[in-house]
């Protein structure tokens, strides 16, 4: 601060003068008050002797009581300007009291002098030859001494203002050049350093006496110390500013929201990141506080996190936690959080980092899903493939005794049933297969607006006359690679469940065409132009709880024996093993929507309708020799009786290492083998090391869980012939006959 011209200056004046008036005006007042007692003392005692004057004076007046010469007495002691009145009382009750003062109020004739005489009073006893006379009273006023006394007084306080005026001239001007005038040379010089580094040299040119001049050698010497600092403070300021610039580049730059926020949950400042993330800008963000933006669904667990962190409990946290954006919707943030402390041990802020995982999230929902479907289809698989054995071994014997001639009616209509109930049974294990995309699917070229139209009557005539069906095709034609059989699995099984929300009716829409897809997180699903086909019913809708398990297997939410849940589930593998998926939409009280879709074909056929093919009619055998390889004991003993009955001769073999010792000893026309079976060597495995000893041997393939014998694609691999379990014994007999040819002669049953 600059100092002021006056303020040493007049603080010394002010404190000497006090000093001075103080020295001279004690003993003055000690003085004046003595000399005043010595006067009013002389005063009294003068007057006291003129009281006793008085009364001898007035003896002989008194005496002849003549009124003349004691008024004569009187007067002639009144000229004492110091006398303020006479009071004579007379002893004789009869005579008169005689008074005089030389105040104009005097005059009673009581005695009582005027207000302002009397102030002080000397009585004197009048005496005669005869005893007392009369009563004296003379009356003396101060007033007079007083006044001289005031005078006195005035002067002696002139002496000391007039003497505290010189001393205010000399004073301030002996500071003014000792003490003043170098202390602001030396501010001037000094006020310099506050804007940077001087010269130590400015302040050898001044001159000052005694301390003044050690004072400008300590500031010079100062001088000297502040430009060393200066120039390492200039170092590390220029090293912290840069400092500072690459943390807030880092900030501002970081591809990940940061954040400072304040004790109180204010955000004081963000990055560009956490604007995106959140869609505030930084100014909105920095008027409102963490919590204005988080769920009100992990207010709670933040609450008992900070409460931690200012405890102590913890340096940081991380924790996964929902922010609601500016338009309303959820963001799934990873928030990592570190308390920043003072000196003081004092919190100070937070340090946050925030990263938007509501995509990675999304992505791993999609895999857990995909992954518990493939779960559940490779669960699917195993159960249809030991089912199909026993469907197998039950279907069979059914048919031969429902085709046995001479049979009971009874016993045949009984096999009937069985054979049918064991059809539905198969149709069941096929859409376990379908799920879990183990089942043979057979890919062409074929137009899918055709494919859905063809099926259309049959689900007018499943849905019922209640339910009004409507088909929405394109004008042109939308060229897919698929199996028309699966597809038309697809729409009925959408037709199933459509007909079960709608019970009171309703109307469904089917609709074919090609979109533009983007991102939808459907599993399975990618960008890119595709065919879909969609069912829209009106029924009661899915409610939302309900929606991620509609495509797991025996998922329903149907009464007991209303649906197996397996038609959804069956429809989500045929579209998986098309290259294709499945999504769904649904409102509660509005409907739902299914889409499939697939890959667009590259070519488009004339037409799906296709020339029937003929079924060659089976041929019994010519005596070959069939090496038939099956773990199953059951189907083992049925497969050869059957084939023993058709004129073949039949080698068994439970697992693929016994059939390579019969294989030695027997010649094989044509092998008949399991796929999957216990003894670590499977269908395939065999068929390749009899490929190796005999190259072209016919070899079947029959199996209920299809795992190799199929492509990536879902399509039998070329070159596989395959029966899918449980097979129908008739066609066993005509795949035999069209791998071995009409037999050349008559062979011999085994």
């Not at 409990?313 to 799934?332: A, C, F, L, N, P």
């Not at 329903?556 to 045929?574: Q, S």
């Not at 027997?666 to 190259?695: C, Q, Y």
Request: proline content about 4%.
């Amino acid at each position: 601060m600059r100092l002021r011209r006056t303020s040493i200056s007049t603080v010394v004046t002010i404190a000497l003068v006090a000093t001075v008036t103080v020295l001279l005006a004690v003993p003055g007042f000690i003085a004046y008050r003595a000399i005043r007692a010595e006067r009013l003392g002389e005063l009294a005692e003068r007057h006291a002797r003129k009281a006793d004057e008085l009364a001898v004076a007035l003896t002989l007046p008194v005496w002849n009581f003549d009124r003349d010469q004691i008024n004569h007495v009187l007067y002639g002691v009144m000229r004492d300007q110091n006398v303020a009145g006479i009071v004579v009382r007379l002893a004789d009750e009869h005579k008169t009291t005689h008074a005089r003062s030389r105040d104009a109020n005097w005059g009673s004739r009581d005695g009582t002098p005027g207000p302002d005489t009397r102030v002080a009073v000397a009585s004197r006893k009048v005496r005669g030859g005869s005893g007392d006379l009369a009563t004296l009273d003379l009356f003396i006023t101060s007033r007079f001494v007083e006044a001289e006394l005031s005078r006195t007084r005035r002067a002696m306080i002139l002496g000391i203002v007039a003497l505290d005026f010189i001393l205010v001239f000399v004073v301030r001007g002996m500071l003014w050049r000792l003490v003043v005038r170098p202390l602001r040379e030396l501010e001037a010089h000094a006020g310099a350093i506050s804007s940077g580094p001087v010269s130590p040299e400015r302040f050898a040119g001044l001159r000052f006496r005694g301390e003044l001049d050690r004072l400008r050698e300590s500031i010079r010497e100062m001088v000297a110390l502040l430009n060393a600092r200066y120039e390492a403070l200039g170092l590390s300021e220029r090293e912290l500013r840069a400092s500072e610039e690459r943390l807030s580049s880092a900030m501002q730059n970081s591809p990940i929201g940061m954040a400072l926020v304040g004790v109180d949950g204010r955000w004081l400042e963000v990055n560009p990141a956490l604007c995106a993330i959140v869609g505030y800008t930084r100014d909105e963000l920095l008027t409102m506080t963490f919590r204005d933006i988080t769920h009100p669904g992990d207010s709670e667990t933040d609450e008992r996190r900070i409460r931690r962190l200012l405890a102590g409990e913890v340096e940081s946290t991380q924790v996964e936690k929902r922010y609601i954006h500016k338009s309303g919707r959820i963001v799934w943030i990873q928030l990592n959080t570190t308390i920043v402390w003072s000196h003081d041990a004092e919190p100070r802020h937070f340090v946050s980092q925030i990263q938007d995982i509501t995509e990675r999230l999304r992505v791993e929902e999609q895999m857990r899903q995909t992954t518990k479907l493939e779960a559940i289809g490779r669960l699917a698989g195993g159960i249809a493939h030991d089912f199909n054995n026993i469907l197998m071994v039950v279907l069979g014997h059914a048919r031969v005794i429902a085709a046995r001639e001479g049979a009971p009616a009874d016993v045949r209509s009984a096999a009937a049933e069985i054979v049918r109930s064991s059809d539905r049974a198969t149709a069941l294990t096929r859409q376990l297969l379908a799920f879990s995309r183990r089942q043979p699917i057979e890919l062409r070229a074929i137009h899918l607006d055709e494919a859905v139209a063809s099926v259309c009557g049959m689900i007018q005539r499943l849905v019922g006359e209640d339910v009004a069906v409507t088909l929405v095709r394109p004008d042109d034609a939308v060229p897919v690679r698929a199996d028309a059989g699966m597809i038309d699995q697809v729409l009925l099984n959408f037709a199933v469940n459509a007909r079960d929300a709608m019970p009171d009716g309703g109307s469904l829409e089917i609709r074919t065409g090609v979109a533009d897809v983007g991102e939808t997180g459907a599993p399975g699903s990618r960008p890119g132009r595709f065919a879909y086909v969609s069912v829209t019913d009106t029924g009661g809708g899915i409610a939302p709880e309900h929606l991620p398990h509609v495509f797991e297997p025996f998922f329903t939410t149907k009464e007991v024996g209303r649906g197996t849940g397996l038609g959804l589930a069956t429809t989500y593998g045929i579209a998986q093993q098309h290259g294709g998926w499945v999504e769904v939409d649904s409102i509660v009280g509005r409907g739902s929507t299914f889409r499939v879709y697939l890959p667009l074909a590259d070519r488009c056929p004339e037409s799906n309708i296709q020339a029937p093919v003929a079924r060659p009619v089976a041929a019994p055998g010519g005596g070959e020799t069939i090496l038939l390889v099956e773990d199953e004991n059951a189907v083992r003993d049925l497969v050869a009786d059957f084939l023993g009955g058709q004129g073949y001769r039949v080698v068994q073999a439970a697992t693929g290492h016994e059939a390579l010792d019969l294989w030695d000893k027997h010649s094989i026309d044509l092998v008949l083998t399991d796929v999957v079976m216990p003894d670590g060597m499977t269908g395939f495995d065999l068929a390749n090391k009899l490929e190796a000893m005999r190259p072209g041997v016919p070899i079947i393939y029959t199996s209920g869980y299809p795992a190799g014998t199929v492509g990536s694609d879902g399509t039998l691999k070329e070159g596989v012939n395959y029966l899918a379990k449980p097979y129908n014994l008739a066609d066993l007999a005509r795949a035999l006959r069209a791998l071995l040819g009409v037999p050349a002669a008559k062979g011999t049953a085994r």
